[in-house]
């Protein structure tokens, strides 16, 4: 494992433990270069993901990305790190089990809305104004309006 102070190769384990409800195993480890101290994830990956955009570029499945918007969606919310990692754990084993090797982002959009509704309704209205591309008051008001409808 490359160091990501100084790039060195020269590395080494000082702790490893289950994280993710045992789905990753974290790794703490040092720099014998430089000293720095980093953590490491391991994920199990079942098969390579391809992203096919609205455009019609195909991208790498990019798990940080996910983990990024949903957080910015969350933010000032009372959803800890580790439950965002569990969300979009759960999206990720969906889309590896679905058989699928390519998926269109609109399908990720709407199982990151999903686990959003489940786990706080701010931060799902706060992704679907973005994913949906609100214009006005009148669209979120709209949006939740279905949404309550859906639910009953």
């Known amino acids: 494992m490359r160091c990501p102070f100084c790039g060195s190769e020269n590395t080494a384990v000082k702790d490893s433990r289950p994280a993710e409800d045992n789905g990753a195993v974290r790794r703490r480890r040092g720099c014998e270069?430089?000293?720095?101290?980093?953590t490491t994830f391991e994920r199990v990956q079942l098969r390579e993901i391809t992203v096919l955009?609205?455009?019609?570029?195909?991208?790498?499945?990019?798990?940080?990305?996910?983990?990024?918007?949903?957080?910015?969606?969350?933010?000032?919310?009372p959803v800890?790190?580790?439950?965002?990692?569990?969300i979009v754990s759960g999206i990720?084993?969906?889309?590896?089990?679905?058989?699928?090797?390519?998926?269109?982002?609109q399908d990720i959009g709407?199982?990151?809305m999903e686990s959003l509704k489940e786990v706080d309704?701010?931060?799902?209205?706060?992704?679907?104004?973005?994913?949906?591309?609100?214009?006005?008051p009148s669209d979120f008001a709209h949006f939740i309006?279905?949404?309550?409808?859906?639910?009953?």
Do not use: M, N, W
């Open 121 to 136: 309704p701010v931060g799902y209205v706060r992704y679907a104004s973005v994913y949906r591309d609100f214009d006005a």
């Open 80 to 86: 800890s790190p580790e439950q965002i990692d569990q």
């Open 53 to 77: 955009k609205r455009d019609g570029k195909r991208v790498p499945f990019q798990r940080e990305k996910l983990v990024r918007v949903i957080a910015i969606a969350l933010r000032k919310r």
């Open 145 to 152: 309006e279905q949404s309550e409808l859906d639910s009953d």
């Open 110 to 112: 709407e199982l990151a």
């Open 33 to 38: 270069s430089c000293g720095a101290r980093f």
């Open 92 to 105: 990720a084993r969906k889309l590896e089990s679905s058989g699928e090797s390519e998926i269109a982002s």
